[in-house]
């Protein structure tokens, strides 16, 4: 069976199929100028993304499938590749090789062929593959399959002109790959299984040759992914060809996976040629160290904190000069021309402090998203966050959590969404649904305002050790629930663990970017948007009826009605306090904010008597620059014992004030204890809806919030028999 | 493309198959068996632990094992539902 390459409206689909990490997103970026998503830790790809081009007058439409190592569906990501090629059926696929890795690539090589579509080969990281020495006969592999094959770097970009051309060549030629054969009673088993299905409705469309041998192999997938489908049991479908063997083959499986490792090393034998010196591996000089029995645990606990230390140093003087920017310049003379419109005043406190309040408030994150997301892609396109999960399994274990769970929850510290999200990565559902559960715990780069503000104004001399032991108690926490959770509603051994650890490798700065690029805006888009509505809705809340005292408005009476409920935590007697945590599940950076709001503080935003909008400007500019030196003197200063000093300069502003008067020390710690162990915001809930179900979510929901409101409760009144106030 | 081991193997004995974990840290061994799991050992062997394979242990904490096969480093985490079976290769 051939498949037409080209549409009459010279459209070419092309899926991109190969291992994870074999640099398959960085080569269509280079072909096509795009940003998806690249990183160096397997699982980065889970759903499929495209790219469109233009090249030789044809639409090029370049399909990102996600990294497998099979088109047996056992993972999500195998599930999402082998369903796209046999149901969307691509013109033709690119089969990304690393060619340092070939007998491992072969393995999906030989699916790949079986599915019937026209096919080219990229023997990627051709750069790395060369450095080592080694030799590759690419005429001898090309006739061997019968593909095409040509050499690419992705990162560089090399040799993607090649591929383009290659491309557009196969265009107009449909020939299929050869077959890879099994021995002569297999085969014969296998044609007459053809001959059983071929014209069966179960069959049609699908290519035969792939069906009888997944038949043959009694593929508990392939049969019940007919059965779906069709409404039809076919597991008779080769029962008798398979009793036929088990007199020559006792064990199938094995026999067929020994024949294909055995055609995989003649072939791999056949066109590589081993260097007579191999190079010392970088690698393997560096892993002596970083997966080291006794260093290798302190250096991941040093990357670590320099990691969130300088995320926090170099992200601080940016969020304050955003801060100042639009709250304090933009809003202030938005207000003055609105005003000088003769608007009422309902509208222009809805567009300055609503709107333009909640627009500041998404910007002032995002300096320290960006840094953080510029360590995480730091960490995973080097090759370390693997070694991570490696390192952390050991301890994970013991807790019931897997090793690969380390890297959803290390970016949960960052935001929980697209850490919910990074579960995918994990190949077991409950071991998805345990990592997602404790998701909550890890406190979010969001709530970090919330322990800055409460930290200074009570715990100014030890912030940095308050801070730390809130981060604790959300890792303890959820430690705790992953034993609790792995001992009761997901009663199970934990599964063997299989990871690929890649090669270290100097990310570009294409990469990072890119990187760094689509995580930020995805969150600029989604939670940006539900920020700024909320904070619109907020400012409903709290302004409405309008011109009334802040107890006296919609959220002013409806906290003082909950507030009684939060006298065991030391905070119930204050309704401010109260009317900060709804706003906060909205999103998390609004409890400061609502706190500002209901504590009546007054921010000195009036334009000064001799005001002057294009100095005020420049004063802008210059502030930037000046955030710049900061943040570089922060890089430097980082490596001194001064960790997280966070927003202190803030000490003595009028919401600090406020605070100190509606706080004392324990049940400030207690209200941050609370809001660490809520479930963080709208968004979280979102991800973790469509991820694993309105169910699922409500009883996260229930242990998250259960456990805040008993943890915050301890915390206060074993403060109190302790003799804290 | 690992290096010829074989009289180094024949001096410690070889020819029984044994569980990886038996192996010590910078052996070089071949995959015998993979056995247990059915999704678990196909998973092994699409990431390339399969019947045959040479590779090389490059940590062995008993449960959790380091292996190195090509240019790849696998990080396994054993069970009692999988049985990874490697022998020294023969000379």
């Known amino acids: 069976m051939t498949t037409p390459l080209v549409a009459t409206t010279g459209n070419i689909t092309i899926a991109f199929a ?33 790219a469109k081009m233009q090249h030789a007058g044809m639409q090029l439409k370049l399909i990102d499938l996600p990294g497998t190592y099979s088109l047996s569906p056992f993972t999500i990501e195998e599930q999402v590749c082998r369903d796209y090629l046999l149901v969307d059926k691509p013109a033709l696929v690119v089969n990304v090789i690393e060619a340092s890795n070939l007998e491992k690539s072969l393995y999906l ?31 001898a592999f090309s006739q061997a399959l019968n593909v095409p094959v040509t050499t690419t770097v992705g990162p560089t970009g090399k040799g993607t002109k090649e591929l383009k051309e290659l491309i557009i060549e196969r265009a107009a030629d449909t020939s299929l790959p050869t077959a890879f054969l099994y021995p002569g009673p297999i085969e014969q088993e296998v044609t007459k299984l053809m001959a059983e299905i071929d014209g069966k409705n179960f069959a049609k469309g699908a290519p035969l040759r792939w069906l009888a041998l997944k038949l043959l192999e009694h593929d508990p997938y392939s049969l019940k992914k007919i059965e779906e489908i069709h409404n039809l049991d076919v597991s008779h479908y080769g029962t008798e060809h398979r009793q036929r063997l ?35 591996d970088l690698t393997d000089l560096t892993d002596r160290i970083l997966l080291n029995e006794w260093t290798g645990l302190p250096a991941f606990l040093g990357i670590l904190f320099v990691v969130f230390k300088l995320t926090f140093d170099i992200s601080t003087p940016f969020v304050d000069w955003i801060d100042g920017l639009v709250n304090g310049f933009l809003a202030r003379w938005a207000g003055l021309g609105l005003e000088a419109l003769s608007l009422p005043p309902l509208v222009v406190s809805l567009v300055k402090d609503g709107i333009i309040g909640g627009v500041g408030l998404v910007l002032t994150f995002v300096p320290t998203l960006m840094c953080l997301y510029l360590f995480l892609a730091l960490l995973e396109e080097s090759g370390y966050m693997a070694r991570a999960a490696f390192i952390m399994d050991r301890f994970m274990y013991r807790f019931g959590l897997h090793g690969k769970a380390f890297v959803p929850l290390l970016v949960g510290f960052g935001c929980n969404v697209p850490g919910v999200y990074a579960t995918r990565a994990l190949e077991s559902d409950t071991d998805r649904r345990i990592t997602a559960a404790v998701m909550s715990f890890m406190s979010c780069g969001a709530k970090l305002p919330i322990y800055a503000l409460f930290t200074a ?17 959300g890792i303890i926490v959820a430690i705790t629930w992953a034993i609790i959770l792995r001992k009761t509603r997901f009663k199970s051994d934990i599964p063997a663990f299989v990871m690929e650890l890649p090669p270290y490798r100097f990310p570009t700065f294409k990469m990072l970017w890119a990187s760094i690029w689509l995580k930020t805006r995805a969150f600029i888009k989604q939670a940006g948007t539900v920020i700024a509505v909320s904070m619109i809705l907020l400012w409903s809340l709290v302004n409405l009826p309008y011109g009334a005292a802040p107890k006296d408005t919609v959220l002013g009476m409806s906290s003082r009605a909950v507030a009684p409920a939060f006298l065991p935590q030391g905070f119930g007697q204050h309704w401010e306090a109260v009317a900060a945590i709804l706003p ?19 921010q000195d935003n009036e334009p000064k008597a001799d005001a002057n909008f294009t100095e005020e400007l420049k004063e802008q500019a210059v502030g930037f620059k000046d955030s710049a030196v900061t943040a570089g003197a922060a890089v430097i200063g980082s490596i001194l014992p001064t960790p997280f000093q ?13 605070v100190r008067k509606t706080f004392t020390p324990l049940s400030a710690f207690a209200f941050m204890v609370f809001n660490l162990l809520l479930i963080s915001c709208v968004s979280v809930v979102g991800a973790m809806t469509q991820e694993f179900g309105g169910r699922y979510l409500g009883f996260v929901f229930l242990i998250t919030t259960g456990t805040a409101y008993v943890a915050s409760t301890l915390v206060y009144q074993i403060g109190r028999l302790l003799g804290f106030s | 493309m690992l290096a010829d081991t074989s009289l180094l ?28 799991d059915r999704q678990l050992c196909k998973r092994m062997e699409s990431m390339g632990l399969r019947p045959g394979k040479q590779v090389k242990i490059l940590k062995n904490r008993g449960r959790g094992i380091l292996l190195k096969t090509e240019n790849t480093r696998l990080a396994l985490r054993l069970s009692p539902a999988f049985v990874l079976e490697a022998v020294y290769p023969r000379p």
């Open chain 1, 18 to 50: 190969g291992n994870p990490n074999v640099g398959k997103t960085a080569l269509i970026n280079a072909m096509s100028g795009s940003k998806l998503k690249v990183g160096n830790w397997p699982g980065v790809t889970v759903e499929k993304k495209e």
């Open chain 1, 109 to 139: 090589t030989q699916q790949l062929m079986e599915m019937e579509i026209p096919m080219i080969i990229a023997l990627n990281m051709w750069d790395e593959f060369e450095s080592r020495g080694y030799r590759f006969d690419i005429d």
């Open chain 1, 246 to 280: 088990s007199e020559i083959y006792p064990n199938l499986d094995k026999a067929l996976a020994q024949h294909r490792q055995q055609q995989i090393t003649r072939l791999a034998r056949q066109v590589v040629t081993a260097p007579e010196q191999p190079k010392a």
């Open chain 1, 457 to 473: 104004a009570f715990f100014e001399r030890s912030q940095a050790w308050v801070i730390m032991s809130l981060y604790l108690t």
């Open chain 1, 584 to 602: 906060g599940f909205m999103a998390k950076e609004m409890v400061v904010g609502t706190l500002g709001v209901v504590m009546s503080v007054q």
């Open chain 1, 646 to 658: 966070i927003e202190s300069e803030k000490a003595d502003s009028p919401l600090m004030a406020g």
């Open chain 2, 9 to 36: 193997n024949q001096t410690i004995g070889l020819g029984e198959p044994k569980t990886i974990d038996c192996f010590p840290a910078g052996a070089e061994v071949e995959i015998h068996a993979v056995s247990g």
